[in-house]
């Protein structure tokens, strides 16, 4: 099982980390579920989702197929998700994400995904998404729990959480909200990442580490 969780999506300061991952070795070879489902809980066209698209495709990836799980079933996700190497959920609003993960029954199909090999990408919202819960999403007011969500839990996929595009001007609030939670934390810019795999966490990219609530790489 590898997960990768981004700020910024698959920027150049960590291609290669990201590279270094695949489940097969020939990015070309690599078939991609691209989740757009985040982006629709902010706009009816998110046409920034192109920019995410063509960072994949810079990596070599050329088989990408888009999938919302908004109006999909658990079984409609096994026969999308049978041929693919990677998941990618994109940026968006993490509390609408969180509401069609939970009806489509994606929390159910990632993990057979995760069990035969599969490699699960987080950008911003999905990288919320994989944490315990997703609290942190609205720490900065990046997002807006607009779908009435009272149950924050998330895919709970690792033990610690992400606050995504950490800027210093966010600290007193990441600081503040760091002592309202037991969870470690790991405060991303856009040109960092978390690499998880075979029990090992490293913090990858440019720049100052940032962690709080005693968050470690091991």
């Not at 698959?10 to 070879?29: H, T």
């Not at 807006?144 to 009272?150: A, F, K, M, Q, S």
Request: glycine share 8%.
């Amino acid at each position: 099982m590898a997960i990768y969780y981004t700020s910024g999506g698959i920027v150049p300061e960590i291609k290669k980390y990201f590279l270094s991952i695949l489940p097969k070795k020939r990015p070309e070879e690599n078939r991609v579920a691209f989740v757009t489902t985040a982006a629709y809980g902010e706009s009816k066209n998110p046409t920034w989702m192109e920019k995410d698209r063509q960072l994949l495709r810079d990596c070599g990836i050329k088989h990408l197929e888009d999938v919302d799980f908004k109006g999909k079933t658990e079984k409609d996700l096994e026969r999308i998700f049978s041929d693919k190497d990677i998941i990618s959920l994109n940026r968006g609003n993490t509390f609408y994400l969180l509401k069609f993960v939970r009806e489509s029954g994606f929390d159910k199909v990632l993990s057979c995904f995760l069990r035969r090999g599969g490699l699960y990408v987080g950008v911003s919202a999905g990288s919320y998404i994989a944490c315990p819960m997703i609290g942190a999403a609205a720490w900065k007011h990046q997002d807006r729990n607009r779908v009435g969500i009272t149950d924050f839990t998330a895919l709970n996929l690792v033990p610690f959480l992400i606050t995504a595009h950490f800027e210093e001007k966010y600290r007193v609030i990441v600081d503040q909200a760091a002592k309202a939670t037991k969870y470690p934390i790991v405060a991303l810019s856009d040109k960092q990442a978390v690499l998880v795999q075979s029990g090992k966490i490293k913090v990858v990219g440019e720049g100052k580490r940032e962690y709080f609530n005693g968050f470690k790489e091991k």
